[in-house]
Protein backbone atom coordinates (compact mmCIF):
# COMPACT_ATOMS: atom_id res chain seq x y z
CA UNK A 1 0.00 0.00 0.00
CA UNK A 2 0.98 3.13 -0.74
CA UNK A 3 1.36 5.81 1.82
CA UNK A 4 -0.31 8.93 1.46
CA UNK A 5 0.84 12.37 2.69
CA UNK A 6 -0.94 14.30 4.71
CA UNK A 7 -1.57 17.82 3.16
CA UNK A 8 -2.95 21.04 5.17
CA UNK A 9 -2.88 24.09 4.06
CA UNK A 10 -1.75 25.40 7.07
CA UNK A 11 1.88 24.22 7.72
CA UNK A 12 1.94 21.81 10.55
CA UNK A 13 4.17 21.90 13.72
CA UNK A 14 5.43 18.72 15.58
CA UNK A 15 6.51 19.69 19.30
CA UNK A 16 8.21 17.28 21.57
CA UNK A 17 7.37 17.51 25.36
CA UNK A 18 10.21 16.58 26.98
CA UNK A 19 8.81 17.36 30.48
CA UNK A 20 11.02 16.35 33.60
CA UNK A 21 12.78 14.32 31.07
CA UNK A 22 16.55 14.64 29.81
CA UNK A 23 19.69 15.24 31.29
CA UNK A 24 23.44 16.20 29.05
CA UNK A 25 23.12 12.89 27.83
CA UNK A 26 19.80 12.86 26.07
CA UNK A 27 21.53 15.82 24.07
CA UNK A 28 22.17 12.73 21.93
CA UNK A 29 18.71 12.57 20.28
CA UNK A 30 18.42 15.99 19.57
CA UNK A 31 21.65 15.66 17.56
CA UNK A 32 20.14 12.34 15.65
CA UNK A 33 16.69 14.10 14.90
CA UNK A 34 18.79 16.81 13.62
CA UNK A 35 20.58 14.66 11.03
CA UNK A 36 17.37 13.21 10.21
CA UNK A 37 16.11 16.99 9.22
CA UNK A 38 19.36 17.45 7.35
CA UNK A 39 19.31 14.23 5.62
CA UNK A 40 17.61 13.98 2.03
CA UNK A 41 13.78 13.63 3.09
CA UNK A 42 12.33 16.73 3.48
CA UNK A 43 9.46 17.28 6.10
CA UNK A 44 6.41 19.72 5.40
CA UNK A 45 6.16 20.73 8.65
CA UNK A 46 8.04 22.89 11.73
CA UNK A 47 9.97 20.80 13.94
CA UNK A 48 10.34 21.73 18.02
CA UNK A 49 11.80 20.30 21.02
CA UNK A 50 10.95 21.40 24.33
CA UNK A 51 13.58 20.38 26.76
CA UNK A 52 13.69 20.99 30.35
CA UNK A 53 14.89 24.64 30.69
CA UNK A 54 18.28 23.28 32.19
CA UNK A 55 18.74 22.41 28.67
CA UNK A 56 17.62 24.97 26.72
CA UNK A 57 20.76 27.09 26.39
CA UNK A 58 22.89 23.90 25.66
CA UNK A 59 20.48 22.72 22.59
CA UNK A 60 20.38 26.23 21.71
CA UNK A 61 24.33 26.16 21.27
CA UNK A 62 24.10 22.76 19.61
CA UNK A 63 21.55 24.19 17.09
CA UNK A 64 24.16 26.68 16.18
CA UNK A 65 27.14 24.64 16.15
CA UNK A 66 25.11 22.12 13.56
CA UNK A 67 23.92 25.18 11.89
CA UNK A 68 20.34 23.63 12.28
CA UNK A 69 18.77 26.94 13.66
CA UNK A 70 16.25 26.62 10.97
CA UNK A 71 15.24 23.36 10.98
CA UNK A 72 14.64 22.98 14.75
CA UNK A 73 12.74 25.48 16.97
CA UNK A 74 12.97 25.14 20.83
CA UNK A 75 10.47 25.91 23.34
CA UNK A 76 10.04 26.42 27.29
CA UNK A 77 7.66 24.11 28.93
CA UNK A 78 5.91 26.69 31.21
CA UNK A 79 6.74 30.21 32.30
CA UNK A 80 5.81 32.84 35.00
CA UNK A 81 3.75 35.64 34.40
CA UNK A 82 5.88 38.28 35.65
CA UNK A 83 9.50 39.25 33.86
CA UNK A 84 11.29 39.37 37.43
CA UNK A 85 10.68 38.94 41.09
CA UNK A 86 10.25 36.60 44.07
CA UNK A 87 9.14 33.60 42.48
CA UNK A 88 11.25 31.26 43.69
CA UNK A 89 11.84 28.32 40.89
CA UNK A 90 10.29 29.87 38.43
CA UNK A 91 10.97 31.08 34.88
CA UNK A 92 9.86 34.10 32.84
CA UNK A 93 9.34 34.33 29.08
CA UNK A 94 11.90 36.55 28.97
CA UNK A 95 14.58 34.53 30.25
CA UNK A 96 13.27 31.19 28.51
CA UNK A 97 13.86 33.55 25.22
CA UNK A 98 17.28 34.44 25.97
CA UNK A 99 18.01 30.43 26.56
CA UNK A 100 16.89 29.88 23.01
CA UNK A 101 12.68 29.38 23.17
CA UNK A 102 11.01 30.66 20.66
CA UNK A 103 7.47 29.34 22.36
CA UNK A 104 6.74 28.28 25.54
CA UNK A 105 3.97 25.42 26.40
CA UNK A 106 1.51 27.09 28.74
CA UNK A 107 -1.67 25.55 30.22
CA UNK A 108 -0.28 21.67 29.93
CA UNK A 109 -2.87 19.69 32.01
CA UNK A 110 0.14 18.15 34.50
CA UNK A 111 0.57 22.17 34.95
CA UNK A 112 -3.21 22.44 35.49
CA UNK A 113 -3.12 19.50 37.82
CA UNK A 114 -0.35 19.34 39.58
CA UNK A 115 0.14 22.99 40.18
CA UNK A 116 -3.67 23.97 39.77
CA UNK A 117 -3.62 26.25 37.44
CA UNK A 118 -6.51 28.02 36.93
CA UNK A 119 -7.94 29.77 33.28
CA UNK A 120 -6.84 32.86 34.15
CA UNK A 121 -3.39 32.27 35.11
CA UNK A 122 -2.83 30.25 31.95
CA UNK A 123 -4.22 33.66 30.07
CA UNK A 124 -1.59 35.56 32.00
CA UNK A 125 1.05 32.99 31.16
CA UNK A 126 0.26 33.45 26.83
CA UNK A 127 0.56 37.30 27.54
CA UNK A 128 3.65 37.14 29.36
CA UNK A 129 4.81 34.55 26.61
CA UNK A 130 3.31 37.26 23.71
CA UNK A 131 5.29 40.37 25.74
CA UNK A 132 8.73 38.41 25.62
CA UNK A 133 8.26 37.45 21.52
CA UNK A 134 7.67 33.82 22.45
CA UNK A 135 4.71 31.65 20.73
CA UNK A 136 2.40 30.64 23.48
CA UNK A 137 1.87 26.78 23.03
CA UNK A 138 -2.07 26.97 25.00
CA UNK A 139 -3.54 23.52 25.71
CA UNK A 140 -6.70 22.67 26.03
CA UNK A 141 -8.41 19.36 26.69
CA UNK A 142 -10.70 17.29 29.00
CA UNK A 143 -10.90 14.43 31.77
CA UNK A 144 -12.18 11.00 30.77
CA UNK A 145 -15.24 11.70 33.47
CA UNK A 146 -16.36 15.26 31.35
CA UNK A 147 -16.05 13.21 28.19
CA UNK A 148 -18.26 10.21 29.65
CA UNK A 149 -20.67 12.90 30.85
CA UNK A 150 -20.83 14.35 27.07
CA UNK A 151 -19.12 17.68 28.10
CA UNK A 152 -16.53 17.49 26.22
CA UNK A 153 -17.46 20.72 23.86
CA UNK A 154 -18.26 22.76 26.79
CA UNK A 155 -15.21 22.08 28.54
CA UNK A 156 -12.82 22.64 25.72
CA UNK A 157 -15.16 25.70 24.47
CA UNK A 158 -14.61 27.22 28.24
CA UNK A 159 -10.97 26.85 28.96
CA UNK A 160 -10.21 27.87 25.13
CA UNK A 161 -12.37 31.56 26.00
CA UNK A 162 -10.45 31.57 29.60
CA UNK A 163 -7.18 31.26 28.79
CA UNK A 164 -6.39 32.87 25.40
CA UNK A 165 -6.24 37.09 25.65
CA UNK A 166 -7.04 39.32 22.90
CA UNK A 167 -4.88 39.93 20.03
CA UNK A 168 -3.98 36.31 19.68
CA UNK A 169 -2.70 35.68 16.01
CA UNK A 170 -1.13 33.13 13.88
CA UNK A 171 2.32 33.42 14.39
CA UNK A 172 1.89 34.61 18.65
CA UNK A 173 -0.19 31.55 19.55
CA UNK A 174 -0.86 27.84 18.84
CA UNK A 175 -3.50 25.49 20.33
CA UNK A 176 -2.95 22.07 21.58
CA UNK A 177 -6.03 19.65 22.07
CA UNK A 178 -4.88 17.46 24.47
CA UNK A 179 -8.00 15.04 25.63
CA UNK A 180 -6.35 14.84 29.97
CA UNK A 181 -7.39 10.76 29.02
CA UNK A 182 -5.07 10.41 26.58
CA UNK A 183 -1.78 11.82 28.05
CA UNK A 184 1.03 9.06 28.82
CA UNK A 185 -2.00 6.77 28.70
CA UNK A 186 -1.55 4.49 25.03
CA UNK A 187 -5.45 5.66 24.31
CA UNK A 188 -6.21 7.91 21.84
CA UNK A 189 -9.47 9.33 20.74
CA UNK A 190 -11.17 8.26 17.29
CA UNK A 191 -10.49 10.62 14.43
CA UNK A 192 -13.88 11.09 14.43
CA UNK A 193 -13.83 12.83 17.90
CA UNK A 194 -10.71 14.51 17.25
CA UNK A 195 -12.32 15.87 14.02
CA UNK A 196 -15.43 17.33 16.15
CA UNK A 197 -13.33 18.86 18.68
CA UNK A 198 -10.84 20.48 16.38
CA UNK A 199 -13.51 21.49 14.04
CA UNK A 200 -15.48 23.50 17.06
CA UNK A 201 -12.45 24.88 18.42
CA UNK A 202 -11.30 26.37 14.66
CA UNK A 203 -14.97 27.87 14.57
CA UNK A 204 -14.46 29.06 18.39
CA UNK A 205 -11.44 30.38 17.19
CA UNK A 206 -12.28 32.42 13.91
CA UNK A 207 -15.34 33.51 15.61
CA UNK A 208 -13.10 35.28 18.32
CA UNK A 209 -10.30 36.55 16.04
CA UNK A 210 -11.60 36.60 12.34
CA UNK A 211 -9.06 35.53 9.83
CA UNK A 212 -6.24 34.91 12.81
CA UNK A 213 -8.68 32.00 13.82
CA UNK A 214 -8.46 30.60 10.75
CA UNK A 215 -4.21 30.36 10.43
CA UNK A 216 -3.74 29.76 13.87
CA UNK A 217 -2.44 26.26 14.06
CA UNK A 218 -4.24 23.14 16.20
CA UNK A 219 -2.13 20.84 17.68
CA UNK A 220 -3.81 17.67 18.70
CA UNK A 221 -1.35 15.84 21.44
CA UNK A 222 -2.22 12.50 23.55
CA UNK A 223 -0.53 9.14 22.94
CA UNK A 224 0.73 10.39 19.21
CA UNK A 225 3.59 7.81 18.02
CA UNK A 226 4.76 6.89 14.77
CA UNK A 227 1.88 4.07 14.02
CA UNK A 228 -0.83 6.38 14.90
CA UNK A 229 0.75 9.48 13.54
CA UNK A 230 -0.57 9.81 9.70
CA UNK A 231 -3.76 8.89 10.74
CA UNK A 232 -3.90 11.53 13.84
CA UNK A 233 -1.99 14.14 11.24
CA UNK A 234 -4.57 13.82 8.37
CA UNK A 235 -7.71 15.17 10.48
CA UNK A 236 -9.17 18.09 9.00
CA UNK A 237 -8.29 20.61 11.50
CA UNK A 238 -5.11 19.10 12.74
CA UNK A 239 -2.21 21.25 11.86
CA UNK A 240 0.32 19.17 14.18
CA UNK A 241 1.38 17.21 17.07
CA UNK A 242 2.02 18.02 20.65
CA UNK A 243 4.27 14.82 21.42
CA UNK A 244 5.08 13.80 25.11
CA UNK A 245 6.51 10.43 25.46
CA UNK A 246 7.65 9.50 21.72
CA UNK A 247 9.40 12.82 21.33
CA UNK A 248 12.33 11.41 23.85
CA UNK A 249 14.19 9.66 21.10
CA UNK A 250 14.89 10.62 17.84
CA UNK A 251 14.32 7.48 16.24
CA UNK A 252 9.93 7.60 17.67
CA UNK A 253 9.81 11.34 16.71
CA UNK A 254 11.56 10.99 13.34
CA UNK A 255 8.42 8.56 12.93
CA UNK A 256 6.10 10.95 13.75
CA UNK A 257 7.41 13.61 11.62
CA UNK A 258 7.71 11.00 8.88
CA UNK A 259 3.62 11.91 8.66
CA UNK A 260 4.50 15.31 6.81
CA UNK A 261 7.32 13.67 4.23
CA UNK A 262 7.37 15.63 1.21
C1 LIG B 1 1.92 15.66 26.43
O1 LIG B 1 2.19 15.52 27.60
O2 LIG B 1 1.84 16.79 25.94
C2 LIG B 1 1.67 14.46 25.66
C3 LIG B 1 1.00 14.57 24.55
O3 LIG B 1 2.15 13.27 26.16
P1 LIG B 1 2.13 11.82 25.45
O4 LIG B 1 2.46 12.03 23.99
O5 LIG B 1 3.17 11.03 26.16
O6 LIG B 1 0.75 11.30 25.61
Known amino acids: MTKKTVKTKLRPLVAGNWKMNGTGADMKQVRALVKTLSGNHRYACDTMICPPATLLSRLAALRTSLKASRKLALGGQDCHAAVSGAHTGDVSAEMLKEAGASAVIVGHSERRSDHGETDKQVKAKVEAAHRAGLTAIMCIG ?29 SNTVIAYEPVWAIGSGLTPTVEQVAQVHLALRKAL ?16 GSVKPSNADELMAVPHVNGALVGGASLTARDFSGILAAYKA
Not at 206 to 221: D, K, P, V
Request: contains cysteine.
Open 142 to 170: ESLKQRKAGDTLKVVGKQLRGSLPDGCTA
Open 206 to 221: QRRFGEAGSTMRILYG
